[in-house]
């Protein structure tokens, strides 16, 4: 015979077992779904909303091998560097559209990173004696002209359509769009999954320095 | 005569073989680099290989000399088809390849700013020195492919292999034919399509002799 205080603690635990047991399932379960929903429960500071600009994409389409402006108003930081890679991010949006004149897959999350470097010699640059005394002049800062350095994602290499022209034309578009939206940046480099590559897709050289004018004049040849 | 004046016939026989107009096919990727899939499923290697090799007959035909950078599926690296390209001091260096965006025929010469030729210039960048030159060939090109009905476009890119040519150098792409409802006649690897495109661009290089004046 079981002392009845035994069998009164054996009871009390069994049921802890079995509340345990329930409590843990539901917290699993709470948590497998926050995952799936992409929620993350640790504190983050909250986005700020920037007021939408006008942004100018230079879109490219494969039918004329041209390069045409589009002006959106989009929500872009202040940061020069994170302004750069969301209209990137957008242009990029655009060819992995259904529809695209110009089709890449992969969008916005293409562009690893933007990083914005200054030019400090060459054509154009002005010395940087000069661009301090210039901004002691103007109290403005002249950091004179850039070079942006556009790390793309390997998947996005991977994917793009190989040939001279569509290749070409991305790499024109990405020169033009900075351009046109960060008047300083006069040169590009670019980098894929943060190393040196020889080509996008078999193709146009992807070592070589683009200077941003070179996608204003490609509309001269034509 | 010659042999009854030894010193002469020295001259005669030490003057230099009076330039010929030569003309470089290089057909793009081969062997490990397929290059770009087409739309029937076929590599862009062998597209190009076969323009090539329908080009170089039309050509031979009419009495011009061609080098070919590859006859079979071979693997070469962009500074081997510049090597073969310099070697013959072409007129011409045409470098072929094939896609499945656009259509017609892209026609592009190298982004390289135009510089003075010199005797030794920079691998990377030897053809600045023919830029000039090469944009006239294009020129002649465009004007004989839409003479034939193609649509071409034209750009300046950045192709390692062309980059480093010391002749007048020109990629040709060649896309799909597209009717007037944007829909495709034929693929860039047609037997049709392509003897169609190679007659034009003998014809160009024809001109481009006339203009050359070489033999």
């Given amino acids: ?222 | 005569m010659l042999l009854a004046c030894p010193g002469l016939s020295r001259t005669v026989w030490s003057q230099p073989a009076p330039p010929r107009f030569v003309v470089v096919l290089d057909a793009a990727h081969g062997g490990d680099d397929t290059g770009g899939h087409l739309n029937d499923g076929q590599f862009e290697k062998a597209a190009t290989l076969a323009l090539s090799v329908r080009l170089r007959s039309l050509l031979a035909a009419r009495g011009i000399e061609v080098v070919t950078t590859r006859e079979s599926d071979k693997s070469l690296d962009p500074s081997e088809r510049a090597v073969i390209a310099n070697r013959p001091r072409a007129q011409a260096c045409l470098s072929l390849h094939a896609a499945e965006t656009g259509s017609g025929v892209h026609l592009y010469a190298s982004n390289l700013a135009a510089t003075p030729a010199a005797k030794f210039m920079p691998w990377k960048t030897a053809q600045s020195g023919w830029v000039t030159r090469s944009l006239a060939l294009m020129g002649v090109l465009n004007s004989a492919l839409k003479h034939g009905g193609v649509p071409v476009t034209l750009g300046r890119t950045a192709l390692p292999g062309i980059d480093s040519m010391e002749c007048p150098a020109v990629a040709i792409e060649l896309a799909p034919e597209l009717d007037t409802d944007k829909k495709t006649v034929a693929e860039p690897d047609n037997p049709e399509y392509q003897a169609k495109v190679a007659g034009m661009l003998a014809t160009a290089l024809l001109e481009w002799r006339t203009e050359a004046r070489l033999p």
């Avoid at chain 1, 779904?33 to 993350?40: N, P």
């Avoid at chain 1, 045409?68 to 872009?76: A, E, G, K, S, V």
């Avoid at chain 1, 750069?84 to 004149?101: F, M, R, T």
């Fill in chain 1, 1 to 222: 015979m079981i002392p009845r205080h035994l069998a009164i603690i054996f009871s009390v635990l069994v049921l802890s077992s079995l509340a345990m047991g329930v409590v843990l399932f539901h917290t699993l379960e709470k948590q497998h779904h926050a995952m799936l929903t992409g929620q993350d429960s640790a504190p983050t500071k909250a986005p700020q909303v920037a007021p939408p600009v006008e942004a100018t994409l230079m879109v490219a389409d494969d039918d004329d091998n041209s390069l045409r402006p589009q002006t959106l108003m989009l929500p872009l930081p202040a940061d020069a560097e994170s302004r750069a890679q969301a209209v990137l991010g957008k242009l990029l949006d655009l060819y992995a559209e259904k529809g695209s004149k110009h089709p890449i897959p992969g969008g916005a999350q293409s562009v690893g990173q933007v990083f914005l470097l200054p030019v400090e010699s060459g054509d154009g640059a002005k010395p940087a004696g000069e661009r301090q005394a210039t901004a002691k002049a103007t109290g403005v800062a002249d950091t004179g002209p850039e070079l942006a350095v556009v790390n793309l994602k390997g998947s996005f290499a991977a994917s793009h359509p190989s040939g001279l022209e569509a290749e070409t034309l991305t790499v024109l578009s990405i020169c033009g769009t900075l351009k046109a939206n960060l008047p300083r940046v006069a040169e590009v480099r670019f980098l894929v999954d943060g190393e040196e590559r020889e080509s996008l897709a078999g193709h146009v050289d992807l070592t070589q320095t683009y200077l941003t004018a070179d996608a204003a004049a490609a509309d001269t040849v034509r």
